[in-house]
């Protein structure tokens, strides 16, 4: 039996990733299953015969080398013989840390196959923008169309009672929609970077999250996120984009056309990686801040010929989404030019404010640090409920809690006015302007209107994301941020009118930076630079960035996306700290589980 | 001796990079000379007692292997248990990928220790940001007064021949004055990026480029940078900012406040990576820009750690750069907005111009090719001139091969007219106009102009920057393709009015499409779309540059840097490209050298 099973290994070994039978468990039910099983027979396994192959494996290493000293003995009758091999050596090898593939095109024995393989890449990249931009298209105009269904029923409504009751209704129905296709497939559910995190760290996402590459889990994650954003929730929109991207890339990896670029891991993490970039570079055509972001969220080590490639897919998508733009012929700003076209003077900051908007980035630090310990509480809360055994529990968890949350959202989004009731960015443009708010913003004082709006969006957002639905975290902190910051700028503006500040440049450096802060990712600030193409506040918007990273990261809350990972138990390679006066003691687990080709699961469980 | 020895590297180990001595050999001479002396006993040298060690290691191993399984089959027991060590495990830890120096706070025995090295770090990286912005406008003030001399002394001068002579003869003894510089300390010749590729692999360049890091080295860089530039030869100035500022981090981290940061080479390392973005950044104030540029300039895998370090040093010499010039009172556009301010229209391309943009990033990788083999051939011969044993190609290489090509420069850009009369980039902002150019380009033809421009650039490129003296290469390509994007535009727009095309945008797509295809990093797109602030052209001047790229990748000519990699023959670790069908037998090489702890100098020579 063990003989077959290494036999079974062996051939699984030689499939591609996404068809390997050993790796796979159906489901964790049938995991623990198998455990039981084995569990009485687990104990004196087939742990006696593994010392000769290792044996006879060092002996063999020990022969090598000895040989390999030999050779390089003979060869060292010259002086300078070692110096000229290592140089002919390096002359014959193509070393661009860029080129598409690895260089070393000398080396490859078939030219033709090299140059098909490449272009087959190539055009897989291509593909991969190609199908992103026009998919986030439409479900933007899904979700849009959702968002103006509920304003018209609005306007319908008589009077301010019903107009409330027409909001919160279309919120909760929606809601419940969006919650309802997600329990058609549950790991449609959260954000999708937290899992890109693991799975980019070589951890096969089927392993812990049954059919998460499902063509049902696809569905569901495209009907769920056009109904919780349609529904006015507060969540995003790029997580799911990320999820989404990657469920295309796996089932266009199983066509056989391109079945080859999943043979290595690695070849397959690469495309996973670009699939990242364009899922968030085709949500608002920025190129850059996607490959950025799908860098960031590798976890340690980022092999830098990824890089081309990320950047490939996502320029490709952002070119796509353009296109499909044009040919809807869509009034949005973006066809023609940036999401938030921003409307600064030329020279909207001068080097002195440079303070204030490092403070203004210590600020949303400290904001960022209490709302990440809101949202680690309530997701943990709403976990343990999920997990109970009280019947009660689980059906408040699942029912009763988003309901509750969707009141509470549609209520605390319609009270406050007008200003309050966006969830999308495009209506912020106002926020990012040289002039006054309008009137709307005015009702009671503009410092009201922006606290109130931010303190909503940094409330509900820990509420909302944490829900069973397909969700993103980007869009709701760039608007918390921005109404933070501008109300910033108009509160220095009023106090100290002689430096004369522009209010709206710091309402873009507060998205930028409550961005970043909450997502643990600079990439956020390139984004908002590229949506608002206002690239002459590039100092200010990275300034205010790194402040809030650095305060956030005096406190020990962790990201947006590690916090999820870290409380719904997903497995990851965690990044270890080691100090000078570390020990490898200080950083190994003194119980190590670890497993080897020969290791049955029996043995491991 | 053997045992000595292996004392002596055990201490070694424990002191920072920078002091270890087993590492270090004062010059190529002496190495060769140490070669020479122990050539005689190295056939049979100590190879005998390796195996003991070997052997004894192995048994080891295969002791500790039993253990560990032993320990895993006594905790698995319980079949739950494993899912819930390895949760218990992911919780514990600090994940985010962007932490400062890692996570694992929770760790560190001596909470106080630990910040306060968080604080030395960070004060480290901003420090770097504040030596390098003064320091870069320093150099840069000084260049671009002899720029002025020249412009001053043309001026006096009577009649054409004469002007000639003047301008002739300032480039002649500016290159004279740069080369007899570089003569006191040969290291500083050329671009520090070829360099940096070589010691970012993890090899210490004191090994095969003795003073590399030395003060003096320092002094001919900046002196030789300052005289190349302003004596008006085609050569920029990145490269050498790359150079400047790892000495600086070198002699910081000699300080005694900062000498626990190279203790590790990998954190030795870091700091260099963060230097090099500083170097770009502070260049043209292009944060984004300097980290990728720093990220791709590593050659295989980068540690996403480095990112925010990079990004933080950039930052700070964008700011110091800025806050220079305010305090300097320059009148440089630098000092509120752009380095180049672009003047487009609001929507300065439609989408159905991107095949057209593709095609010039197309042609331009052709061009790209061509002026590469031209380089590798020009490299080749200097190089081979400057070895040979015949005294008059060693003085050709040294004296008159520097003067034709000073001459040449000089007639070269002189002749044609005012408009090639330039080599920064300050004055070049017409290109990337909307309106038509001005009449000093419309004397011939603006089509004669243009091409004039980019062949000259092209042509003269190859010929200095392979002189003896400190350069940079971005410069030139950036003028070199923004003449051809424009003549590109100029004629599709004349060609085909009906496209009603922007030609100024043709130019800033050329640009970035030359430089990335000639550097091979993307990042000078990157740089490019910063040192503009014209963000709405993100696409064209993705897909132009994706697309030279792509057309330099068919031919088998490397990046600049890569070349002179090559020819001056500096070690580095490849990139190997793996193919599905690849075996192990494929990629390693069939002489191999390698070295153990025991091996001795003698031994590999």
Known sequence: ?????????????????????????????????????????????????????????????????????????????????????????????????????????GRALDKHAYYCRQLKAVSFLILLGVIGGPLNYGIRILYNHLIELREWLVDQA????????????????????????????????????????????????????????DLSTFLAKVAGLVCSVGAGLIVGTEGAYVHIMSIVTHHLLKTPLFKGFSVHLNGRLQLLAAACAVG????????????????????????????????????????????????AQSKSNLATQAVLKTQFPASPFTIWEIPLYVLLGALLGLLRTAMMWFLRTVAERRSACRKSSQRWKQVLATWIDPLVVAVLTAVLTFVPGEYAQHNSMDDLAILFTEGDLP??????????????????????????????????????????????????????????????????????????????AATRALSVAVITLEITAAMS???????????AMAVSNLFKEKSVYDTLLVVSGLPFLPLIDFEPTTTAGDIVEPCLVYITKKTTIARVL
Request: with cysteine; charged share 15%; net charge positive.
């Open 1 to 105: 039996m063990d003989k077959k099973d290494t036999a079974l290994s062996a051939t699984d070994a030689m499939l591609p990733a996404h068809q390997r039978r050993t790796g796979r468990i159906g489901s964790l039910h049938e995991f623990q299953q198998r455990a039981a099983r084995y569990d009485g027979q687990s104990l004196n396994g087939p742990s006696n015969d593994r010392k000769v192959p290792i044996a006879a494996l060092l002996r063999d290493e020990a022969v090598s080398d000895t040989y390999i000293q030999v050779g390089s003995g003979r060869r060292g009758s010259d002086g300078s013989d070692f110096l000229e091999t290592f140089r002919n050596y390096g002359g014959r090898r193509s070393i661009s840390g860029v080129s598409l593939f690895g260089g070393e095109r």
């Open 158 to 213: 008589p009077d301010y009672t019903s107009k409330l009751a027409v909001w919160t209704a279309h919120t909760v129905v929606f809601s419940g929609l969006g919650l309802f296709f997600t329990q058609l497939a549950p790991v449609a559910a959260g954000s999708g970077v937290s899992q890109m995190k693991s799975i980019l760290t070589g951890i096969d996402p089927r392993m812990y999250l049954p059919g998460y590459f």
């Open 280 to 327: 968030v570079s085709s949500l608002c055509s920025s190129p850059i801040g996607g490959v950025l972001f799908s860098m960031e969220v590798t976890s340690t080590y980022y092999l830098t010929s990824n890089y081309i490639k990320a950047f490939i897919s996502a320029v490709s998508g952002a070119v796509m989404l353009r296109l499909t733009l044009v040919l």
């Open 439 to 516: 009137s709307t913003w005015q009702v009671v004082s503009k410092y009201y209107a922006l606290s109130v709006l931010s303190a909503v969006f940094m409330f509900l957002l820990p509420l909302c994301i944490t829900l069973k639905i397909p969700t993103g975290i980007w869009v709701p902190t760039f608007i918390a941020g921005a109404a933070f910051g501008r109300m910033f700028g108009e509160v220095i503006a009023t106090l100290f009118p002689a430096i004369n500040v522009t209010p709206g440049t710091y309402a873009l450096a507060g998205a930028a930076a409550f961005g970043s």
């Open 537 to 547: 506040m590039i100092l200010p918007l990275f300034c205010a960035s790194l402040a």
